[in-house]
């Protein structure tokens, strides 16, 4: 859903740390998080399922991983008008 974010704070080493954001960025995309393998990949996907964009770390680097969901209430362009029988 637009407004869905992904903030993932990294250790960048020395002491120092680094955050990004993946975000999705239009409606009807969402973004989803998988791990395995000493890698966690955060990605924004279309409806469809076709990859936007995506981001790699490694596990043993993410200090923090923060999953921010959109609004309760859909935003106009993803409101999907019903049809009604009259």
Do not use: W
């Amino acid at each position: 859903m637009k407004g869905d974010r992904v903030e993932i704070v990294i250790d960048a080493g020395s002491g120092t740390t680094r955050t990004y954001d993946v975000t999705a960025t239009r409606a009807g995309r969402r973004v989803t998080v998988t791990h395995g393998r000493g890698v966690v990949e955060v990605s924004e996907i279309t409806r469809g399922g076709t990859l936007v964009r995506t981001a790699r770390f490694l596990a043993n680097r993410v200090l923090a991983l923060v999953e921010h969901p959109a609004q309760d209430e859909p935003v106009a362009d993803e409101i999907t008008p019903s049809l009604r029988s009259v």
